[in-house]
T-cell receptor, first 113, second 112 residues
Framework: DVKVTQSSRYLVKRTGEKVFLECVQD?????MFWYRQDPGLGLRLIYFSYDVKMKEKGDIPEGYSVSREKKERFSLILESASTNQTSMYLC????????????FGPGTRLLVL | GQNIDQPTEMTATEGAIVQINCTYQTSGFNGLFWYQQHAGEAPTFLSYNVLDGLEEKGRFSSFLSRSKGYSYLLLKELQMKDSASYLCAVRFEVRGSYIPTFGRGTSLIVHP
């Protein structure tokens, strides 16, 4: 089974803190994604990566950065957390090419106070 | 991002059939996925369509019309456990990359 893990299920941080969300997949997938999910807004793409050290902005990259130093790991960084970044963060991975489904991690619910 | 529209909420009766529609902009289209997401859980894959027509997988079927920018997910013989959010995701080609964009999801409530 494909497994995508995220470092924390729940996280509470204070405004201005630097926050790291880690995602690891064990299926040698080329593509990795970070989404946030908010009620009424659905899943919105923050960043994605199609190879090691490669990254592309999604629809809402402002206030976030990412790092992909190894193929299996994709990190999302909030340089200075703000209350409007309180959300559910979902990581996903997929093989490259057509027709490849995404496999999602369990999500990290982040609360910024 | 690309506009993807699906109803916010639907209700249906156990044992019935329900159809969840999804419409999208056709430019750059490169495949459509349906995912199921139970409350508090991650989305899980249900179906994939890239050519016109119907894909059947047990109680679930998905249909695509590329020219109309339209898909639907059909759930038959509804069970209480089918109560979940159903996400339509369309993959678009953007600057040489294939980027999936999600609709806001349809919350399906199945009642006895």
């Amino acid at each position: 089974d494909v497994k995508v893990t995220q470092s924390s299920r729940y996280l509470v941080k204070r405004t201005g803190e630097k926050v790291f969300l880690e995602c690891v997949q064990d299926m040698d997938h080329e593509n990795m994604f970070w989404y946030r999910q908010d009620p009424g807004l659905g899943l919105r793409l923050i960043y994605f990566s199609y190879d090691v050290k490669m990254k592309e902005k999604g629809d809402i990259p402002e206030g976030y950065s990412v790092s992909r130093e190894k193929k299996e790991r994709f990190s999302l960084i909030l340089e200075s957390a703000s209350t409007n970044q309180t959300s559910m963060y979902l990581c996903a991975s997929s093989l490259s090419g057509g027709g490849e489904t995404q496999y999602f991690g369990p999500g990290t619910r982040l609360l910024v106070l | 991002g690309q506009n993807i529209d699906q109803p916010t909420e639907m209700t249906a009766t156990e044992g019935a059939i329900v159809q969840i529609n999804c419409t999208y902009q056709t430019s750059g289209f490169n495949g459509l996925f349906w995912y199921q997401q139970h409350a508090g859980e991650a989305p899980t894959f249900l179906s994939y369509n890239v050519l016109d027509g119907l894909e059947e997988k047990g109680r679930f079927s998905s249909f695509l019309s590329r020219s109309k920018g339209y898909s639907y997910l059909l759930l038959k013989e509804l069970q209480m456990k089918d109560s979940a959010s159903y996400l339509c995701a369309v993959r678009f080609e953007v600057r040489g990359s294939y980027i999936p964009t999600f609709g806001r999801g349809t919350s399906l409530i199945v009642h006895p």
